[in-house]
């Protein structure tokens, strides 16, 4: 396997193409903590968590298999795969599906909104992005908005939560290392098509724990609102937010990305607000001021290097036949 030549650049300016992909990004997510208050009022965590991703991959082989598309990842780069399939499908999907249900969408939420500084710290660790205290604030700030606007809309920290909440940290601190571990994969490999083999291998080990929690559940009792959550788990988020959190994530600094898609929490809660016919407070408008200031540190920094591929198919990889 050839090495793929890569360059170091400073993350000015966004393109518009690159912030049409955070815009997306943004509102996509946003439903997310409503397609799972649907999905998990009749499907076990365990079953909807698997499940999601077994369908997402059947998704993106459809997709990619047609195209001859699909490359196989060298020998090399299996044993992190493998890990990446754990991390992402049984260990996240448990964590998160299981900390809803013992919790709720907004300590999910809130949980979350850690994600831009513990990918800040990990992208910096690992050279990615160069350490920077407007970064670092930037981040910070921005989850310090989107706690202002949840606890304010709601979100008691009760005692009985904190099963939930400890199984919901987990879940953020697998995804923000899920963002940052396969970033170089999708660059050598092309984002969809290292969802893909992350899908299968995740999917293929918890094989036995949804085959067993299958036994026991009822299908006839699942509702059809908690099919659409599940389609929209699967399809939308698992595919497409995934692939352009990928793909953003190799043009762009890490740690932008994620303070920007921190903008889907407070959306969710407008998207609620509209539904129930009530107006934002200033405690949410203080939160939304706070989530800007940070996402603005973020958004345009000269001094922060970021190294990216020469040439990306953010589908397949940048050269055919490179990777055999």
Known sequence: MSTQPTLTRRAGALSAIDLTALIAITLLASFTAIAVQWAVATIPPIVGGILRFTLAAMIIGLILAPRQKLPIPHRS?????????????????????????????????????????????????????????????????????????????????????????????????????????????????????????IFVTGSLISLPLLIFESTRLNWSHITIKSWLGLAYLSLVVAVIVFFLFNWSMRRQPPSRVATFSNAAYPLTLIWEALINRHLPGIWFLLGSALLLTGMALTLYRPAAVINISEELDPIAGSTPGENK
């Open 77 to 197: 780069d299996w044993l992190r795969i493998i890990i990446l399939g754990i991390v992402c499908v049984p260990i996240n999907q448990v964590a998160f599906w299981g900390g809803v249900a013992l919790a709720n969408a907004s300590h999910s939420a809130m949980l979350y909104s850690t994600t831009p500084v513990l990918v800040t710290v990990m992208a910096c660790l690992m050279h990615i992005e160069r350490w920077s205290g407007r970064v670092l604030a930037g981040a910070i700030l921005a989850a310090l908005g989107v706690l202002v606007i949840l606890i304010n809309s709601g979100l008691f920290l009760k005692s009985s939560f904190i099963r939930g909440d400890m199984l919901l940290l987990v879940a953020a601190a697998t995804w923000s290392g899920y963002l940052v571990f396969s970033r170089d994969l999708n660059g050598r490999y092309g984002s969809l098509a290292v969802q893909f083999w």
